[in-house]
């Protein structure tokens, strides 16, 4: 059975290394582990209401999905209040952002993703906000609208951003 644990941004530093080599299996965007830390891992760590939430095999990971408090002035919601300013302006400032999720591809499709969604927003209440694809078969958009999330808008032809309230 997978067990899902949730750290906090100083117990994750312990996590750097195997969350990046599934980082890079899945999304692969990043040179190396080091401009990964630098530019990703280490700065949303040390953000206030960061929180990782892991899945783990025996020990193994096998997904990840982490987020934090957002707010004005970070890159993301910068490029909301540019693309989408109605819904910066609604979004945008106390609200939780989920960054991440990713599961190994040979653990998908048996509900690694769901857990650790339901994880990572455990005892939040109010709104959360993330970017993903804009395709509606996409299975991390399908895993989002199962659990409430709703558009609110499109960056680009290929980006959307969810939004979900949490009472
Ligand atoms: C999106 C992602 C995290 C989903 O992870 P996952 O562990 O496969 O997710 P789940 O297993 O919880 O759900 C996925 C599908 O498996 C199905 N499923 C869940 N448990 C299952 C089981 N025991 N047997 C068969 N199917 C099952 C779900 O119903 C869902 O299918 P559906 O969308 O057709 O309803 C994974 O595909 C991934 O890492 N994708 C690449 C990264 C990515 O796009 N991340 C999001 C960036 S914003």
């Known amino acids: 059975m997978t067990r899902i644990d949730i750290v906090d941004g100083e117990a994750a530093t312990a996590y750097a290394a195997p969350v990046f080599a599934l980082y890079d299996t899945v999304f692969g965007d990043f040179p190396d582990e080091d401009a990964w830390r630098q530019q990703m891992y280490d700065r949303h760590r040390a953000r206030d209401g960061y929180r990782l939430a892991v899945a783990l095999d025996d020990d193994q990971l096998v ?18 209040v540019r693309t989408l300013p109605d819904v910066a302006a609604e979004w945008i400032g106390g609200h939780f952002e989920f960054v991440e999720l990713a599961v190994a591809p040979a653990a998908r499709r048996r509900g690694v993703g769901h857990r650790l969604h339901d994880a990572l927003l455990e005892g939040l209440t109010g ?41």
Do not use: I, K
């Open 63 to 80: 997904g990840c999905a982490w987020g934090y408090h957002g707010d004005h002035g970070q890159f993301w919601p910068n490029l909301v």
């Open 127 to 167: 709104r959360a906000l993330l970017g993903t694809s804009s395709g509606d078969d996409d299975p991390a958009v399908r895993l989002y609208r199962s659990r409430g999330w709703r558009t609110l808008g499109l960056l680009d032809a290929e980006r959307q951003v969810m939004g979900l309230v949490r009472p």
